[in-house]
């Protein structure tokens, strides 16, 4: 029983050590609900009238479907300028994820 839960520690501590990299803050193992903030135009110029929202899902770590890259997020939302970019990131387990990108801009008059 003792070597079971040290696998599983190992298990797990091995995973976190590499998920880790791709978002931030650091998500939990079990379940995730994060929202965390991403660039921003540090001169605060922009005019911020619209939001676009882009995201990607899994299922299974083994299948991912969607887009959240800002740039392209913007450019098909007409934003020409971007005021800022926020993230959100649902997760549960290592069955079902949602990673998206909010976009804060300007768009095209």
Known sequence: MKLFFGLLLL??????????????PLPGLL???IHFDGDFDPENNVKEDTIATGCVQHFLRLYSWGNAGAGSIAKENG??????????????????????????GQKNL
């Open 79 to 104: 934003i020409i300028k971007i005021s800022y970019i926020d993230h959100h990131l649902v997760e549960f387990l290592f069955i079902y994820g949602k990673y998206c990108t909010y976009v804060h």
């Open 31 to 33: 379940y995730t609900n």
């Open 11 to 24: 298990t797990f501590f091995t995973v976190s050590c590499f998920y880790g990299e791709v978002y931030k």
